[in-house]
């Protein structure tokens, strides 16, 4: 009767690991970029390619999507900072290294810094690099603190 009352949780401790397993798998296929590794390219060639095209490539490409967070279209709300501002300091790729986050676990996060053509505000634009896009994380104002009760 015992036994019958343990198979579940066996079961359930053997699925477990067998989802570690395969993600720990797929973490290892991560290349240098936050992209999985693809079995339809030749080894060769991929590395080639990719050691030609460097992260600040990604961010000057025009045709480049943009997903933004919750919490950086908050921040942008709060500090008066459109899309499109973003867009022209990302694509300036000024990147702040001491800033920056390369080894994260998500993948790299390059802090990238400049001025807005609007209204010159000095901004700090955290941008993730991932597979189909680049994804803004927040956006803060270096020279003014603002108060977003909302965002936290």
């Given at each position: 009767?015992?036994?019958?009352?343990?198979?579940p949780y066996i079961i359930l401790a053997v699925l477990?690991?067998?989802?570690?397993?395969?993600?720990?798998?797929?973490?290892?296929?991560?290349?240098?970029?936050?992209?999985?590794?693809?079995?339809?390219?030749?080894?060769?060639?991929?590395?080639?390619?990719?050691?030609?095209?460097?992260?600040?490539?990604?961010?000057?490409?025009?045709?480049?999507?943009?997903?933004?967070?919750?919490?950086?279209?908050?921040?942008?709300?709060?500090?008066?900072?459109?899309?499109?501002?973003?867009?022209e300091i990302v694509r300036k790729a000024d990147v702040?290294?001491?800033?920056?986050?390369?080894?994260?676990?998500?993948?790299?996060?390059?802090?990238?810094?400049?001025?807005?053509?609007?209204?010159?505000?000095?901004?700090?634009?955290?941008?993730?690099?991932?597979?189909?896009?680049?994804?803004?994380?927040?956006?803060?104002?270096?020279?003014?603190?603002?108060?977003?009760?909302?965002?936290?």
């Amino acid at each position: 009767m015992q036994k019958k009352k343990l198979i579940p949780y066996i079961i359930l401790a053997v699925l477990f690991v067998i989802a570690l397993g395969i993600r720990q798998y797929r973490s290892e296929e991560v290349s240098e970029t936050g992209s999985p590794a693809t079995n339809n390219t030749a080894p060769s060639t991929k590395k080639a390619t990719e050691s030609r095209r460097s992260n600040l490539d990604i961010f000057r490409d025009p045709e480049a999507e943009y997903f933004f967070t919750k919490h950086a279209r908050c921040r942008m709300a709060c500090r008066n900072i459109t899309q499109k501002e973003v867009k022209e300091i990302v694509r300036k790729a000024d990147v702040n290294y001491n800033k920056s986050d390369l080894d994260a676990a998500q993948g790299p996060k390059y802090a990238v810094e400049g001025y807005t053509a609007r209204d010159r505000q000095h901004i700090r634009v955290i941008v993730a690099p991932k597979q189909r896009h680049l994804s803004i994380v927040t956006v803060i104002d270096l020279d003014k603190d603002w108060e977003c009760p909302s965002c936290r």
